[in-house]
T-cell receptor, first 113, second 116 residues
Framework: AQTVTQSQPEMSVQEAETVTLSCTYD???????LFWYKQPPSRQMILVIR??????QNATENRFSVNFQKAAKSFSLKISDSQLGDTAMYFC??????????FGPGTRLSVLP | NAGVTQTPKFQVLKTGQSMTLQCAQD?????MYWYRQDPGMGLRLIYY???????DKGEVPNGYNVSRLNKREFSLRLESAAPSQTSVYFC???????????????FGPGTRLLVL
């Protein structure tokens, strides 16, 4: 069975600084996808970034990037130049081929002015 | 293009009452999902529908039923609500669960349910 762990229930960062959210997962598959979703106070779940497990190159989307360590089963999210609008819950998720998503418990990030 | 919509946004029920949560998507997606979100537990899958006409249990199906009314709509029913079902419920859709593991799920805004 797949499991996803996010060891930081809450984090805070000053505006314009960089923060890294950690995620570890467990899966018996060799090919899978990893996702980070953002849930702002509006509760809408928004896809931030995704990573293919068979690609060694780390995914980037503007200020968001990941550090994917397949052997360690680690998938951390780095947010550069943090903005007030980044304040949200962040969920890490893993998906094997043809199967459903498995989500972690989330990390609540507060960006401070 | 509204994406995924859910009604109602908020509901209070008494123990034993029944209700149906509605979900609709306008993206022509084949697969639809119902999750519940509880503090410290992330999102847990209740039921899903891989395609029109099919439904399957997820991780926490007990106490719920679903109906895939057509390709657009996927409803979640609580026949006899219990306080343990107090939660935030999210509907999601994706192009197809079998299209590949890279596909993305798109979420509705959620329904906050309080069972007294």
């Amino acid at each position: 069975a797949q499991t996803v762990t996010q060891s930081q229930p809450e984090m805070s960062v000053q505006e314009a600084e960089t923060v890294t959210l950690s995620c570890t997962y467990d899966t018996s598959e060799n090919n899978y996808y990893l996702f980070w979703y953002k849930q702002p106070p509006s509760r809408q779940m928004i896809l931030v970034i995704r990573q293919e497990a068979y690609k060694q190159q780390n995914a980037t989307e503007n200020r968001f990037s990941v550090n994917f360590q397949k052997a360690a089963k680690s998938f951390s999210l780095k947010i550069s130049d943090s903005q007030l609008g980044d304040t949200a819950m962040y969920f890490c998720a893993v998906r094997n081929y043809g199967q459903n998503f498995v989500f972690g418990p989330g990390t609540r990030l507060s960006v401070l002015p | 293009n509204a994406g995924v919509t859910q009604t109602p946004k908020f509901q209070v029920l008494k123990t034993g009452q029944s209700m149906t949560l509605q979900c609709a998507q306008d993206m022509n997606h084949n697969s639809m999902y119902w999750y519940r979100q509880d503090p410290g537990m992330g999102l847990r899958l209740i039921y899903y529908s891989a395609s029109e006409g099919t439904t399957d249990k997820g991780e926490v199906p007990n106490g719920y039923n679903v109906s895939r009314l057509n390709k657009r709509e996927f409803s979640l029913r609580l026949e006899s609500a219990a306080p343990s079902q107090t939660s935030v419920y999210f509907c999601a859709s994706s192009e197809s669960i079998s299209a590949g593991y890279q596909e993305t799920q798109y979420f509705g805004p959620g329904t906050r349910l309080l069972v007294l």
